[in-house]
């Protein structure tokens, strides 16, 4: 077991989940800084996205804690709820509103801290939150296309305009699961760069789930790799060896990723 430091902004401790009997996650363990990126890699089955998944609330773990800067976000209280929106997810599907611009689908990143009368249509936001998500879709090289409807964009462009708005939502984690699968090579080089630089940046503290080893390998300061349920390695990027990285894909364990 890692032991958590005061300086992480992620601390998941002992987390297990159960799907119809199987165990999916054995006791998995995480610790992310701020500025720091960590890739979790593993075939599917190993139960990568389900990890993701349980930290931030969309799946209940059967036993484990979830801490973001010391807070428990799995005992219901009020405290968590706030806390939980310190975190920010991406998807692999990427969940933007497609007929609405870019400029929009990153406003809606603050709408937990808008009042209702400002949050029930585009056109109350204010023009403060405008300005903020225009320096957000900066940020990510999409200044130019803000007005664009996102159908309009490419997968690549997408994925960076939900960058973006969890950039507006000022999250300080970000958790992405397979962020880039549905990528060509380029654009899922550009979207791990962004990501990266944000990271470190902006002090955000990122775990992503990723199928591509050496993607993870060049834009990650670590890697933990899942089989089966269970940690096989963790390390440091340049220290993790390729023999260990091919391991985790010898056999598919699971039925859930």
Not at 238 to 256: A, F, I, R
Request: charged letters at 25%; one cysteine or more.
């Amino acid at each position: 077991m890692t032991t958590a430091t005061a300086t992480d902004a992620l601390t998941v401790r002992g987390l297990c989940k159960s799907f119809g009997g199987r165990a999916v996650l054995s006791g998995f363990d995480l610790d992310v800084a701020p500025g720091e990126v960590v890739a979790l890699l593993g075939a599917n089955g190993s139960g990568k996205s389900t990890a993701l998944k349980c930290t931030v609330g969309l799946v209940r773990p059967d036993r484990g804690r979830v801490g973001v800067f010391g807070t428990d976000l799995l005992d219901g209280s009020r405290t968590a709820d706030r806390a939980r929106t310190r975190v920010a997810m991406v998807f692999q599907q990427i969940h933007l509103v497609r007929r609405r611009s870019a400029l929009d689908n990153v406003c809606a990143g603050a709408l937990g801290r808008l009042p209702l009368h400002r949050s029930w249509t585009p056109l109350a936001f204010p023009r403060e939150l405008r300005e903020e998500a225009m320096a957000c879709l900066d940020r990510v090289g999409l200044a130019d296309r803000a007005h664009e409807r996102v159908a309009a964009l490419s997968g690549g462009q997408q994925q960076r305009v939900a960058l973006a708005r969890a950039l507006c939502q000022r999250a300080e984690v970000l958790l992405a699961d397979e962020p880039v699968s549905a990528l060509d090579p380029s654009a899922a080089e550009r979207v791990m760069s962004v990501m990266a630089d944000l990271a470190r940046t902006e002090s955000i503290a990122v775990a992503a789930v990723l199928h591509q080893p050496e993607l993870a390998r060049r834009h990650a300061d670590r890697l933990v790799g899942l089989r089966g349920g269970r940690i096989a390695f963790a390390g440091a990027a340049d220290e993790v060896t390729q023999e260990q990285m091919s391991s985790l894909y010898v056999v598919n364990e699971g039925v859930h990723s």
